[in-house]
């Protein structure tokens, strides 16, 4: 069972930063592929980022260039740094996670375990 919690959503104004943090439990967090999903509301839930257990990222079109996703294994832990952010990008934040390595995935079914999500606002 992995557990995983966010933390780093906040207000911000339109071109700042955020950094999301998504902390996980258990001691194979080095196997797990993990992403972050949003949904803002009215919405579906969207992909935004992925990370392979072993490097490989990839990133939505509408983030591509602006977000980084990265982890630290040591720490059990990945982070999405947020630049140039815009309204559109206000959303609750969720991480995900499933055993890896397996192919890139951009749906919510692919992922086994989820954390609760953290509210990223940007004013215009």
């Known amino acids: 069972q992995v557990q995983l919690v966010e933390s780093g959503g906040g207000l911000m104004q339109a071109g700042g930063s955020l950094r999301l943090s998504c902390a996980a439990s258990g001691r194979t967090f080095d196997s797990l592929d993990m992403a972050w999903f949003r949904q803002a509301p009215g919405k579906e839930r969207e992909f935004v980022a992925f990370r392979r257990s072993d490097g490989i990222t990839y990133y939505a079109d509408s983030v591509k260039g602006r977000f980084t996703l990265s982890r630290d294994n040591a720490k059990n832990t990945v982070f999405l740094q947020m630049n140039s952010l815009k309204p559109e990008d206000a959303a609750v934040y969720s991480c995900?996670?499933?055993?890896?390595?397996?192919?890139?995935?951009?749906?919510?079914?692919?992922?086994?375990?989820w954390g609760q999500g953290t509210q990223v606002t940007v004013s215009s």
């Open positions: 995900a996670a499933r055993w890896g390595p397996s192919q890139i995935a951009t749906t919510p079914d692919r992922y086994t375990y």
